[in-house]
Structures are given as C-alpha cells and as structure tokens.
C-alpha cells in the first residue's frame, strides 16, 4: 500500500506541509506546481532550497498582494524560549512556520489561522475581509481538478468552524483579513494538490507538537494552542514542549484532521522518498516537518474506517440526498443508502456513512442535525485498500490524470472530473477524450 508519513515533531503548519511534500516530487512537477499556485490572484508563490541544522529540503514563500502574513509571540520567559527573531513584526516568523500559515511566512499565525483575524497585523494590511463565500469562489476560479477543489472547500471549513467556535458566531458570520486568508487559500490548495499527486492510499502522521507560549491578536494575548487551534485537535494524539512558540497553526490542524487516517509512530514501511519542509525561524531542533513516502504490507492491507448508520422512515427521497451531500461536503470517505422494512411494516431507507475514525463524531452530529433519525449506529471495520498510483498524460485534449493499480493489468481510469473539462472545453463526447487518455497512459 502506498503510504505517506508526515513527521510532525515541530508541529504542521501549512507552507512546511507544502515544502515537505513538494520536495517528493521531481523538479518538472515542482515548476507545474508553481505555474498552479501563482495563478490564485495576488498570490506570489516561490520555493527555495533551505536547511536547518544540517537537514535539507524546500522552503516555501508564500506572498499575500506583496505582504507575508506575520504572527507575534509574547514571551513567557519560559526555558528554550528561543525566539531568535523577533522581528519587529513579530517574530513573525517566528514561529514561524508555524505558522504556516502564514507560512511561511509563518508568521504564521496568522495564521491562517486567522487567528488570524484577529492579528493586529491586521492592520498592517488594512481592514479588507474575506467571507467563506470570497475563499469558495477564489477556490472555484483555480486551474486545478475539482476534486482538489472540493477538498480545498472541505479543509477550510474546518477552519471556519474552528474560528465561528472560537469566537461564539456561525460560520457565516465568520471572516478572514484579507492576506491571511489568500495565505491560507494558498497552503490549503497548495497541500491539497500536492496529495492528489502523490496519490497515496493512506496517510499517517506522528503525534503534533503544539508548542507553548503565547501569541498576541487583536483580542489579546492567547495562549498557545490558539482556541480554533485547541478545537481542531480534538482526538488527535498532540503534545506541548519546550519551544515557546506556536508550532502547529489552525491550517496545519485542519491539513492533518483532513488527511491523516491515525496517528501514532511511523508504520513499518518500505520508504522510497523524503520531503523536508523548512520554516524561517531558527531552533535548537531542527525546524522542519519531514514527508516519508513508501509502501506498506502487501496489496491487501487493510485500513480502518468508521460506519455510521441511522434509519429514516418520514423523510423524503430530496432531504435524503441533501443530507448524504452533508456528509459528502464534510469529508465522509462514501455514502449509500439501502432499502429496509422497518417496524410498523413501514419501508424504509438506511442511510450508510463511511468515515475516517478521527471524524466519526463530527459527521455523527451531522447526521443527527440533519436527519429525523433520534440515534446514529457507529461501527469500526477493516477494509482493504488497492494500491493505486495516479500518472499524467497528455491527450490532444489536454493533460489528464489517470489512476491505476500498479500491477492489476487493465485497472486504469481518467480521472472523471479533468476528463468532463476537457471534454466540454474541446467539444467533443466525454467518451473520446476517456479513449484519448486510455491510449496514451498504455503508450507509456
């Protein structure tokens, strides 16, 4: 099974994810990658070679109308406090990677994390705010697949429940300044891409440094975890230390919650690449996230996924499908009904849910919310997963991923959604490019 390990020792933010898993890939890939990202208006994108205490890898820069969103830490005077740089802007970067978010610029926090919002830096880039809507239509408008699309969206309404519960307030109410949440948009496709590209078949992560301290926004001064931090980590194994900063950032969680199926120590895994991905700010320890991908077991290994199931006899077929589009939106793996006799001779619909376990009581509440169902049944199983490996080809279409099983003869398909935009672009029948696409992956 095609496995990646993210190593979170010095917490996730999301220019570092970014970094570690684009350093996986070759140097063609990387200047596509680029040509993607810059495409997000009044975005800058770059990547350098970095390296921190001897490891080396990829730096990512992530710039907002010109502007690196920055973070600032309040010391504590706490041990191994190490803020080297305390910039003025605070330190921004200090933590720098931390945030990611800001990532990179790090500076984090801003995280994206919005917390972002609040960050007096605010000010710094005047008051102009981003609704949910103003990050989906910046999201609909990139030249990616809509499946990256798709979980882009997903990602970063975990963001905005994070900060709409942080802040008492729905999530409609919820805004982001305006370089904070182009920084944000920025690392959440950027990751989201990446991983379709990697195709692989799980992902795992070590338990999350949060790092410790304080970090100042516009409401004051928090303590680190940030709030929409410390609610995205709910079930996730994670830790504090010695580090007084913030280490991982509200994107980097929700990057994490979205992806990762367990946490816990590297599987035993055959690894065939390394990524590092370096933040800015100086440490005792090396500040990096590292990316290791490989495989794990043979073809039938197996994964563990969570199946939540409620039955439903006075509702109808339009609400039922609205509330499978819930859960689909908020990252179940599938959902299907069947068809039940329930008591009272009633026919009636069972409604199936497969999730990852670490979302299982999130997408029960969901369930709940928007079905007539009193109780939702929840159900640990195995399941096993086809290795699968996605490749790019060139069609007189345009280029099209195809996914296959390595070594399954004549298990190979275009990805539908790439396939449908070629397909209406050129004029032609969908099933004319799906041949296109066919021939040339055999070629190769």
Known sequence: MKTLYLECNMGAAGDMLTAALLDLL?????????????????????????????????????????????SHDVPCGGAGQTHTHEHPHGHEHDHEHVHEHEHDHEHAHEHDHEHAHDHEHDHHHGHHHASLADVRAIVEGLPVPETVKAKAMEVYGLIAQAEAHAHGQPVELVHFHEVGALDAVADVTAVCLLMEWLG????????????????????????????????????????????????????????????????????????????????????????VV??????????????????????????????????????LAAGALDVYTEAIQMKKNRPGVKLCCLCRPADAERLSQLMLAHTTSWGVRRCAME????????????????????????GAQGKAKAEFDQAAAAAAAAGVPLETVLEAARRAFEKR
């Open 383 to 406: 399941r096993v997963v086809q290795p699968r490996e996605c490749r790019r080809v060139e069609t007189p279409y345009g280029p099209v991923d195809v996914k296959f099983a390595p």
């Open 26 to 70: 070759p140097e063609e890939r990387r200047q596509e990658f680029l040509k993607v990202m810059n495409a997000i208006p009044g975005v800058q994108v770059s990547v350098e070679p970095a390296e921190k205490c001897g490891v080396r890898g990829l730096h990512v820069t992530v710039l907002a109308h010109g502007v690196e969103e920055h």
């Open 200 to 287: 692989a078949d799980r992902v795992a992560a070590s338990p999350v440094n949060l790092g410790g301290g304080q970090v100042k926004c516009a409401h004051g001064v928090l303590p680190v975890p940030a709030p929409a931090t410390a609610w995205l980590v709910r079930d996730i194994p994670c830790y504090g230390g010695d580090v007084q900063t913030e280490l991982c950032t509200p994107t980097g969680a929700a990057l994490l919650r979205t992806f990762a199926s367990s946490f816990g120590p590297m599987p035993a895994m055959t690894v065939k690449a390394v990524g590092v991905g370096a933040g800015n700010k100086e440490f005792a320890a090396a500040n």
């Open 290 to 327: 590292r990316a290791f991908l490989g495989e794990t077991g043979e073809s039938g290994a197996s994964d563990q996924v969570m199946e939540l199931a409620c039955n439903l006899d006075d509702m109808t077929g339009e609400a039922i499908a609205y509330a499978a589009g819930v859960l």
